[in-house]
């Protein structure tokens, strides 16, 4: 019997990645030592209020993505780690990091709902840690995640201490969906989303350097944006270079057909001179790349994942720094 791997698959068909990245504005990443679950969050160290916690928070349809996370150490640590990135509001770099460390996992549900309702408990700790990034190796919930996931965090692990980045963090993450492009990535505080990952990308993912358009094969999307804005998002970074990522950057669908074929999206950025530019463009499905495949190792059918062009795209607004607005 010939074993279906979700991302073996999607290479095959030569799927673009992008706009694959999910729009949330919270998440709460809780340190948590594996195994995991297939349903992360009833694995055996999750306390009952945070499983109540979070089923409270999916019944009032928050915009938030629980996720465990867990490194080499958090078997053998007294603490637990809890962070909660939260969407600046705007033109933004992406999310605002609040971290802690609590004595029991149990704790966490309690500080979690104080930051739910913007009042952010005194024991914050500081860190210089600047960046945690993700990948998820949740085997459990997709076997790809396992094989090519697991690996790849060791990889990853390995590079981070060669280049003696001491402010990055890397992490084992429970399922945040896309695992046909595993390896897959989450690089916060940013929120931007990267799949199909090898050293070579992540080496210039982390240190914002070498041939820029090595991302578009990688690039899942930016997690601030609605999923169709993302491919615009893409354009403009590629354009731009590896400053774009030093831009701050809103986007909005604007209007889009009753069919969804069509869509007039816009994306705003500030540049470092503090300058404002506001690009428009119409996005229309591009039937040659929208598959109709299994989005998962598990998935009994297919799912059909639309695939959009930008078709034109026109500066209709800057504002340069010198002027007042």
């Known amino acids: 019997m010939n074993t279906f791997f979700c991302s073996d698959h999607a290479r095959e068909v030569g799927e673009d990645i992008i706009s694959s990245a999910t729009n949330y ?62 969407q600046q509001q705007g033109l933004s770099h992406g999310y605002q990091k609040y971290e802690f460390k609590l004595p029991h996992i149990e704790q966490v549900a309690g500080v979690v709902k104080q930051c739910l309702w913007n009042k952010i408990p005194n024991h914050e700790i500081e860190t210089n840690i600047t960046r945690d990034i993700l990948v998820c190796t949740h085997g459990s919930h997709d076997q790809c ?26 992490w084992k993450s429970s399922h945040f969906g896309g695992h046909r492009f595993a390896p897959t990535a989450i690089d916060l505080p940013d929120g931007r989303y990267y799949g199909v990952l090898n050293p070579e990308s992540f080496r210039s993912i982390l240190t914002r350097t070498g041939d820029i358009q090595s991302l578009r094969k990688v690039y899942r999307g930016w997690g601030i944006l609605p999923t169709s804005v993302q491919i615009l998002e893409r354009e403009l970074m590629l354009h731009h270079g590896w400053n774009w990522f030093n831009y701050k950057v809103a986007g909005k669908i604007i209007e889009q057909s009753l069919d969804n074929n069509t869509i007039l999206a816009e994306l705003s950025f500030e540049d470092l001179s503090g300058s404002l530019f506001i690009y428009q463009a119409k996005l229309v499905r591009d039937q040659t790349r929208t598959l109709e495949i299994k989005g998962s190792c598990n998935a009994k059918e297919n799912s059909v994942f639309v695939k959009y062009a930008v078709e034109s795209i026109g500066l209709v607004c800057k504002k340069v720094a010198t002027c007042s607005n």
């Open 145 to 170: 995640c396992a094989r090519y996931g697991s690996p790849f965090y060791f990889q990853a692990s390995g590079i981070i201490a060669d280049l003696e980045l001491d402010n990055v963090r890397i």
């Open 25 to 86: 504005e919270t998440y709460i990443l809780v340190e948590c030592p594996q195994p995991w679950a297939y349903d992360a969050f009833q694995s055996k160290w999750v306390p009952n209020n945070l499983q109540v916690l979070i089923e409270e928070v999916r019944r009032a349809k928050l915009s938030v993505r629980f996720l465990l996370i867990a490194n080499n150490y958090s078997h053998k640590v007294d603490y637990t780690t809890l962070l909660i990135y939260q």
